[in-house]
């Protein structure tokens, strides 16, 4: 299973980092609504969010953050 995490968006297109390499996918090809630092998944000619991947890297990432800025 291909995933990828939404870096940003630019025109028509969004761009997915997959494995540490950013691609242009055209928006069409997403399915539903999704936003920078969304987890991907590619099924079936489609990406879809990964909702409980997403979830958890929001959470892995505040923990990183909040050892950093521990008094």
Same mark, same amino acid.
């Given at each position: 299973?291909? +995933?990828g995490i939404? $870096?940003? @968006?630019?025109?028509? @297109?969004v761009v &997915?980092?997959?494995d540490?390499? +950013?691609?242009d996918v055209k928006k069409e090809q997403i399915a539903g609504v999704v936003?920078?630092? $969304?987890?991907?998944?590619f099924r079936d000619g489609?990406?879809?969010? $990964?909702a409980?991947? +997403?979830?958890e890297r929001t959470q892995h &990432?505040?923990?990183l953050m909040d050892s950093v800025w521990e008094d």
């Open positions: 299973v291909m +995933t939404v $870096d940003r @968006f630019e025109g028509q @297109f &997915i980092e997959i540490g390499i +950013t691609h936003s920078a630092g $969304d987890v991907l998944i489609k990406w879809y969010k $990964d409980k991947a +997403t979830k &990432i505040k923990n």
